[in-house]
T-cell receptor
Framework: GAVVSQHPSWVICKSGTSVKIECRSL??????MFWYRQFPKQSLMLMAT?????????EQGVEKDKFLINHASLTLSTLTVTSAHPEDSSFYIC????????????FGNGTRLTVT | GEDVEQSLFLSVREGDSSVINCTYT??????LYWYKQEPGAGLQLLTY?????DMKQDQRLTVLLNKKDKHLSLRIADTQTGDSAIYFC?????????????FGPGTSLSVIP
């Protein structure tokens, strides 16, 4: 149980275009989802916390207008990288937590974004 | 602020035990987790322990928690080549935001055949 599906697994796009990444909880309802960014050989950097039906909470230094997050249902959150630039190239990972206090985070398999 | 630290690299021979260590600073930690990340993949939850526990065992995995020293370890018995990966320690504390989990930098485990 507790499967998180993330799509696409990799994407290549041109500078200036927008890319949408989907994160779905397949067998549980996720009241909260998280978006992380991971640079090569580094740990995860939390970008934002997404709550179903409300605005996302962004970490300091993360541009909310560039990284648009929508959590329209209890099983789906999307991250849209707008007007992508080469420096946005990275590995983006989503995670979801169930609705119990001790629910651990379950992660998607990540999306490798390359902006040319 | 809260911080989680791990050694960055560990190399062991196949069949030996691996011990990955982690220290954290948040004395109010409620849950502590171990995740495994294989190349190009997301994080896989291996195990977690409540802060009121000292030890948890699950097949080849043994987690030890020393709350006084704020030290967490993950022991992998009979380490196999398939265990080669990056292992992240993470903690969730009562002082942090309810949903926020703090990750360590990850320990890269290499298993020598």
């Amino acid at each position: 149980g507790a499967v998180v599906s993330q799509h696409p697994s990799w994407v290549i796009c041109k500078s200036g275009t927008s890319v949408k990444i989907e994160c779905r909880s397949l067998d549980f309802q996720a009241t909260t989802m998280f978006w992380y960014r991971q640079f090569p050989k580094q740990s995860l950097m939390l970008m934002a916390t997404s709550n179903e039906g409300s605005k996302a909470t962004y970490e300091q230094g993360v541009e909310k207008d560039k990284f648009l997050i929508n959590h329209a249902s209890l099983t789906l959150s999307t991250l849209t990288v707008t007007s992508a630039h080469p420096e946005d190239s990275s590995f983006y990972i989503c995670s979801a937590r169930g609705d119990r206090a001790y629910s651990p985070l379950h992660f998607g398999n990540g999306t490798r974004l390359t902006v040319t | 602020g809260e911080d989680v630290e791990q050694s960055l690299f560990l190399s062991v021979r196949e069949g030996d035990s691996s011990v990955i260590n982690c220290t954290y600073t948040d004395s109010s930690s409620t849950y502590l987790y171990w995740y495994k990340q294989e190349p190009g993949a997301g994080l896989q939850l291996l195990t977690y322990i409540f802060s009121n526990m000292d030890m948890k065992q699950d097949q080849r995995l043994t987690v030890l928690l020393n709350k006084k020293d704020k030290h967490l370890s993950l022991r992998i018995a009979d380490t196999q080549t398939g265990d080669s990966a990056i292992y992240f320690c993470a903690e969730k504390g009562a002082q942090t935001s309810y949903d926020k989990v703090i990750f360590g930098p990850g320990t890269s485990l290499s298993v020598i055949p």
